[in-house]
């Protein structure tokens, strides 16, 4: 059985970057890092989670991949009304 890789997910705004999310590579004895911009509409933050998260699951998926697998997870868990709860 795969042990479960650790990582830390932080909200940052990523002015100057062409992307709404960020995950580290993996590195031994190290958490992933997922960085995520806040500003960004709730379908499409949910979106990009899923995304990076899909990236921190298996970093060797094409980038067409992980897009395709987001996009189906995000609109599944949006239309099952899962939205982002703000303390």
Request: charged share 30%; glycine share 4%.
């Amino acid at each position: 059985m795969r042990t479960q890789r650790k990582f830390k997910i932080v909200e940052a705004n990523l002015d100057g970057i062409m992307a709404a999310g960020l995950c580290s590579p993996p590195r031994r004895n190290r958490a992933t890092q997922i960085t995520i911009d806040p500003r960004q509409p709730p379908r499409m933050y949910l979106d990009s989670l899923v995304h990076e998260l899909l990236h921190c699951a298996d970093w060797n998926f094409s980038e067409a991949k992980v897009r395709r697998m987001s996009r189906i997870i995000a609109t599944g868990l949006w239309r099952m009304g899962y939205r982002r709860k703000h303390a």
